[in-house]
């Protein structure tokens, strides 16, 4: 085996294996503790990506998986940026640093071309599998602030406004995000009583 490739594909590994240590600061910046990392989070939706996907005609598995764990792989590098950072440096800045960083994590990788696509795929929902998968990590976003609920926090209102459009174009995504909504509000009944 070529040592260049050896050693490229284990600095990939060292920068992807940081995503289980860096956690996904929206939910920090509601005060909560122990939060779900960055791979954490990935796993979940590649998961929900796989079950959800074979349940659909017409979706090519093995892309919409290769979507969904590329799908947040560039914060390795730059972090994740929660909405308020976001708003503050625009979704275009954010989108550049990281296609960079994509550039720079893959570089050495004959697959660069390939992952940049998938990835730009994603951002722009070019494909059923892209748009998929966007609906899907926004659906493990409201099952994650569910279960933060569900464990005592009060803070996470935010995160249930205006998630009709990114889940509307699939009806299974859609059950799914209506269940979570109606175990919320008998959470949020039995809360106020």
Do not use: N
């Not at 892309?63 to 969904?68: D, H, Q, S, W």
């Not at 859609?174 to 106020?192: C, F, I, N, P, Q």
């Amino acid at each position: 085996m070529d040592d260049q490739r050896v050693l490229a594909l284990y600095d990939l590994q060292s920068r992807i294996m940081s995503l289980k240590l860096l956690p996904r600061t929206g939910w920090l910046q509601r005060g909560m503790r122990d939060v779900e990392s960055i791979a954490e989070h990935t796993f979940a939706v590649a998961t929900l990506a796989m079950l959800v996907g074979d349940q659909l005609p017409g979706i090519d598995r093995g892309r919409l998986l290769a979507i969904a764990l590329l799908h947040d792989i560039a914060e390795a590098l730059i972090g994740d940026l929660p909405a308020s950072a976001r708003r503050l440096f625009g979704a275009e800045a954010k989108r550049a640093a990281e296609r960079r960083a994509m550039v720079e994590m893959f570089a050495e990788m004959p697959q660069l071309d390939e992952y940049l696509a998938l990835w730009d795929e994603y951002c722009a929902g070019g494909s059923r599998e892209a748009r998929l998968v966007k609906a899907l990590d926004h659906l493990e976003m409201l099952a994650q602030a569910l279960a933060y609920e569900q464990a005592g926090s009060r803070a996470l209102g935010e995160f249930w406004e205006d998630a009709g459009d990114k889940l509307s174009e699939f009806p299974l995504v859609r059950a799914l995000a209506d269940r979570l909504y109606a175990e919320r509000e008998k959470l949020m009944g039995a809360v106020s009583r």
